[in-house]
């Protein structure tokens, strides 16, 4: 034993750091190993994210509010529910609503109403119906941004019923507008019926 001592005292102090270096390493492996088995034990399942599910592609009122722009304006084609991506396209170096910094991502929120030119695809109009609950603030920066890209915005109060006095009101203009400048260049005129889901949601039935 005092030999392999002494021949152990004889070695380069580099080699005994090493060796103590991976005896210290080799037990903190032996102490923390069944800790982490344990731990792995322990840890709960991940919880599945469940599966999306389809939703209505319109409420009752905007549903209501587009059969009612449908027939004030039969010479335009109305889209429902339009990204403002599909809208605004970066005029340079991005901006906050670009990337998403600005009070929330303002290139996926939806536009209500488009309305559209059929025969070249110009915008005419965007109409957006007001909820009772929405924020002013992000309103107004919505419209600002269109506004400065050229679109008017036509703004349906959320106190408003979804009927053709509210349609014809809002967006009469247009209609005159397009008379006006080829009164013989329209779309037939849907045909007069009773629409379930204006009564539902104004309380009529």
């Known amino acids: 034993m005092s030999e392999y001592f002494g021949r152990l005292g004889q070695q380069p102090i580099g080699n005994l750091l090493l060796a103590m270096g991976a005896l210290i390493v080799l037990c903190l492996a ?14 709960p399942l991940p919880v599945p994210v469940p599966a999306p599910v389809a939703k209505p592609f319109l409420t009752n009122r905007k549903h209501a509010m587009l059969s009612a722009l ?24 991005l901006g906050p609503w670009q990337r998403g ?3 929330g991502a ?14 070249s695809s110009s915008i005419v109009a965007l109409i957006e119906m007001d909820e009772r609950f929405a924020e002013p603030d ?5 419209e ?4 400065q890209a050229g679109y008017q915005t036509i703004r349906i109060p959320a106190s408003d019923r979804a009927t053709m006095a509210t349609a014809q009101a809002a967006v009469g203009h247009l209609r005159d507008a397009a008379l006006k400048a080829a009164p013989a260049v329209t779309r037939l005129p849907m045909p007069v019926r009773t629409w379930p889901l204006e009564g539902r949601f104004n309380g009529t039935r």
């Open 101 to 103: 910094t600005d009070g």
């Open 30 to 43: 032996i102490w923390i190993a069944p800790r982490i088995r344990q731990g792995m034990r322990d840890r």
């Open 138 to 142: 992000e309103n107004r920066q919505r």
């Open 70 to 93: 449908e027939r004030v304006l039969p010479m335009y084609r109305i889209h429902a529910q339009v990204s403002m991506g599909a809208l605004l396209a970066p005029g340079g170096r």
């Open 144 to 147: 600002a941004l269109t506004t």
């Open 106 to 119: 303002f290139l996926w929120r939806i536009v209500d109403f488009v309305v559209v030119d059929p025969t």
